[in-house]
């Protein structure tokens, strides 16, 4: 049974919008719950497929492709300057342009004249970088702000509202991009090495063998990038990813990227007349389209990930979800009464996710309510965004938890109105019957209550 009613789309209805509407009114029909297993499972993969491609088409995810693009040509030279120093100390700093080349083969020729400009520019800086100390600490910081913008992005996917605070991302980012580029060349470097070695050769001459480590060392590249997405998919989100999501996301956004990437080289090499009236600029164009695809394709293998994980969010997707009173007030119970149960049994913490997963509702659903709890002081979150209570449990009447989300608090933008005489006797009776009917019940009275009748 639906726990909560469709959508709702602000504003008046578009085109598109009323065909979202139908097609999802056909995916979500009644009837699709009595079909047979096969055919169930079949429409809950067109379900799935449909939320994706709608999220990358109308969605927010191309906007914020756009965004990471911007940001990505103010720290590409910057990001690419501290890791070709830091290869340089392990010796491994001729590896790193080969990759350049590979990562904009698509562009054709004009991957091989954008990867020397850019490393021109590498250059020039890493001389600049040696003479001045600030220029290094510039180099770090335009970094760091990509990485942030990109786990921004991640966390919008997620439906996450917190960052990192500063000190994790200082050295949890800063660890990833000093150690990223070594364990890269460094498993590229040993590959190559392992193909080398006599034993291999031996094994390449006999045909059985030869043809399959000849798969494999085509296949091997691709494993690779499918194993970085999935990195990225588990890491950069500010909260707790399954290992099996980014997993299935890395592989929908690696074979994405190589799809595209193929497409990209054809429309590349059909479009060289067509580009030549930009002349010189052409290069900076091709480089735009595909840092664009790229990105996009980074954030559809997250919401592939999110939506493995969170499969309750797939017809919602982005679009905000309106609850009446009473809704509210039971998720604000059910919500401080989860917490308070692990708060006296000394039990491990509840973040927001788990307590959407316990009340199967989606958790920006959760979030708003667990908003209005932390503005009234009833709940609080740690720096690793567990929940806990804003005070002892036992001191939390029922009455305070409903008042969070029926009266205004310091984020209400409009706390008070100017209201006829007749409704505010009518509030204030509604009022003193929840008092009257609630007394001085707490936390701790309604979890008690609640183990009595189990």
Request: hydrophobic share 50%; glycine share 8%; proline share 4%.
């Amino acid at each position: 049974m639906r726990r909560w009613g469709p959508p709702c789309r602000p504003g008046k209805h578009t085109a598109i919008a009323t065909l979202t509407d139908k097609v999802e009114a056909l995916l979500w029909a009644p009837r699709v719950d009595e079909l047979p297993g096969v055919a169930r499972m079949a429409i809950r993969l067109v379900r799935f497929t449909y939320a994706v491609l709608r999220d990358a088409v109308v969605g927010n995810l191309p906007m914020r492709a756009m965004g990471l693009v911007y940001i990505t040509i103010l720290s590409i030279v910057p990001l690419l300057a501290i890791s070709f120093s830091v290869l340089r100390g392990f010796g491994f700093h001729k590896q790193m342009e080969p990759l350049l080349y590979e990562f904009l083969a698509p562009l054709g020729e004009k991957g091989v004249e954008l990867t020397n400009q850019v490393v021109g520019f590498v250059d020039n800086v890493q001389g600049y970088v040696g003479a001045a100390v600030g220029a290094l600490v510039l180099l770090i910081y335009t970094t760091l702000s990509m990485a942030e913008k990109v786990e921004d992005s991640m966390n919008f996917v997620w439906r996450v509202e917190r960052s990192r605070n500063i000190a994790r991302r200082l050295s949890e980012f800063l660890s990833v991009i000093l150690l990223g580029p070594v364990v890269m060349v460094t498993t590229i470097s040993l590959i190559a090495a392992a193909e080398s070695t006599t034993v291999v050769q031996e094994l390449q001459g006999i045909e059985a063998i030869g043809q399959t480590l000849l798969f494999a060392g085509k296949l091997v590249p691709y494993l690779i990038v499918i194993a970085g997405f999935s990195f990225v998919y588990w890491f950069l989100p500010n909260t707790r990813v399954h290992l099996s999501a980014a997993l299935v996301g890395g592989l929908a956004g690696g074979m994405l990227w190589a799809a595209s990437g193929s497409l990209f080289a054809i429309f590349v090499v059909n479009s060289v007349r067509t580009l030549s009236i930009y002349a010189t600029f052409a290069v900076v164009i091709i480089a735009l389209i595909w840092l664009y695809l790229c990105w996009l394709i980074l954030l559809v293998g997250a919401q592939v990930a999110f939506y493995v994980q969170h499969p309750e969010h797939i017809r919602l997707g982005f679009r905000r979800v309106t609850l009446g009173g009473r809704r509210r007030e039971e998720i604000a119970l059910s919500l401080m009464s989860l917490i308070a149960q692990r708060f006296r049994d000394g039990a491990q913490r509840l973040q927001m996710q788990d307590v959407a997963e316990q009340l199967a509702l989606p958790s920006l659903v959760i979030g708003a309510v667990g908003q209005r709890l932390e503005s009234a002081g009833l709940l609080t979150r740690t720096q690793k965004d567990e929940l806990l209570p804003g005070r002892d449990p036992g001191q939390i009447r029922l009455s305070e938890i409903l008042d969070a989300v029926r009266e205004p608090q310091m984020m209400d933008m409009f706390p008070e109105g100017n209201w006829p005489q007749g409704v505010k006797r009518v509030a204030s009776q509604v009022r003193g019957a929840i008092d009257q009917s609630l007394g001085a019940q707490s936390l701790y009275d309604i979890i008690d209550t609640s183990r009595a009748e189990t």
